[in-house]
């Protein structure tokens, strides 16, 4: 496992060593000493989650204002453009956004701390979306901040793409009025 560095020092990509042949492959997603040795952060996830979506497909930007999630995410088929986007006050980085392409082939993930907003852009059909969280889902603490806010600014690849929200993401908060924390 190798940790790649982003221009948002929390925020990591994380290949692991992965093991082929002409039988195929062998990787281990997650190895908790490995990571904490890798990264300095011990974390203890608590949740998993898995989603399947369609191209064009964008989820996002997602938070938990209490109860915040750390969150380990992984394509197991398919394409997406993640992004996460810091909102703590007291961050260098405040307001500021990375995005990394995750795919099958690439095995990347990105480590999106707590304290940050999420999304992901699907780019392939039938994409399958994993991700293991450090805190449990609260729907009553959730929040979402509009994917194309121009404070933002978010470079999304959505050239040729009809983008599809949920009725959640559709209504989300201005960047400027979300609430984030110190």
């Known amino acids: 496992m190798k940790v790649i560095q982003t221009t948002i020092p929390d925020v990591k990509i994380i290949e692991p060593k992965v093991f082929g042949d002409a039988r195929g ?23 998993d989650n898995y989603s399947k979506s369609g191209r064009g497909v964008l989820r996002g930007l ?9 969150k380990l995410v992984r394509v197991a ?6 992004v996460a986007v810091d909102i703590r006050k007291s961050s260098a980085t405040f307001g500021h956004w990375v995005g990394a392409i995750l795919t ?21 059909d039938d994409t399958e979306f ?12 959730e929040r979402t901040i509009q994917w194309d806010d121009p404070v933002l600014a978010i470079e999304w690849p959505i050239d ?15 960047f400027a009025n979300a609430e984030t924390f110190d």
Request: no cysteine; proline share 3%; charged share 25%.
């Open 104 to 124: 099958a082939e690439n095995f990347h993930q990105l480590w999106v701390p707590p304290g940050f907003a999420h999304g992901f852009l699907v780019l392939e």
């Open 77 to 82: 088929r398919g394409k997406v453009y993640d």
């Open 62 to 70: 997602h938070y938990q204002i209490e109860q915040a999630q750390g």
């Open 160 to 174: 040729g793409l009809d983008v599809r929200l949920s009725d959640k993401d559709q209504a989300g908060t201005a």
């Open 130 to 141: 994993l991700y293991k969280t450090t805190d449990y889902y609260a729907p009553e603490h």
């Open 25 to 47: 492959f062998f990787l281990e997603s997650f190895n908790r000493r490995r990571f904490h040795e890798l990264t300095g952060l011990d974390m203890d996830f608590v949740q």
